[in-house]
T-cell receptor
Framework: DAKTTQPTSMDCAEGRAANLPCNHSTISGNEYVYWYRQIHSQGPQYIIH???NNETNEMASLIITEDRKSSTLILPHATLRDTAVYYC??????????FGKGTSLLVTP | GAGVSQSPRYKVTKRGQDVALRCDPI?????LYWYRQALGQGPEFLTY????????KSGLPNDRFSAERPEGSISTLTIQRTEQRDSAMYRC???????????FGPGTRLTVL
């Protein structure tokens, strides 16, 4: 599976949109982009995934560039409860997920 | 409904002892996954089952680690002759089918003295 690069940490003001970038320049055509998050010491929580098209659900939006070499997870109105580590994962299988170190997002009042 | 449960939540053992970690997936979930998470790192894939069949064990670090899911429900991850480097959080996840959203349990914190 392709490697991903994410910033170590980011801040976001409560109520504003949080835009979390991810680079996956070596992604292959059949690999999906998955996003999970982990709040404190809890188990990871699935957010969203996509292949080529942009995706939106009740939690977030996923924007994938046309060349698929990068993507952005958007939390439209961040709340304090969105403070977590966010993992961008590229996988063809969808099961053998290797999470990396992720981005630590701090939402501030 | 109930989520993924794991037991014990904490396990302290002495080096050289065997440990068995249990995972009880969400009822009806076909696929079950084991991960290991070191401090400050994201989870690392260990192995995966569809029903009772172990489909991929490529992430198991060595032959001291084994897993089973004999009836396609509860799974046990066994570590033989534990070493200090085995200390970590061991997480189990399940999904309705292969490749679907994975639901994670609370984990078992293993400490090897």
């Amino acid at each position: 599976d392709a490697k991903t690069t994410q910033p170590t940490s980011m801040d976001c003001a409560e109520g504003r949109a949080a835009n979390l970038p991810c680079n996956h320049s070596t992604i292959s055509g059949n690999e999906y982009v998955y996003w999970y998050r982990q709040i404190h010491s809890q188990g990871p929580q699935y957010i969203i995934h996509g292949l080529k098209n942009n995706e939106t659900n009740e939690m977030a939006s996923l924007i994938i560039t046309e060349d698929r070499k990068s993507s952005t997870l958007i939390l439209p109105h961040a709340t304090l409860r969105d403070t977590a580590v966010y993992y961008c994962i590229v996988s063809v299988s969808g099961y053998a997920l290797n999470f990396g170190k992720g981005t630590s997002l701090l939402v501030t009042p | 409904g109930a989520g993924v449960s794991q037991s014990p939540r904490y396990k302290v053992t002495k080096r050289g002892q065997d440990v068995a970690l249990r995972c009880d997936p969400i009822s009806g979930h076909v696929s079950l996954y084991w991960y290991r998470q070191a401090l400050g790192q994201g989870p690392e894939f260990l192995t995966y089952f569809n029903y009772e069949a172990q489909q991929d064990k490529s992430g198991l670090p060595n032959d001291r680690f084994s897993a089973e899911r004999p009836e396609g429900s509860i799974s046990t991850l066994t570590i033989q002759r534990t070493e200090q480097r085995d200390s970590a959080m061991y997480r189990c996840a399940s999904s309705l089918e292969w490749g679907n959203e994975q639901f994670f349990g609370p984990g078992t914190r293993l400490t090897v003295l």
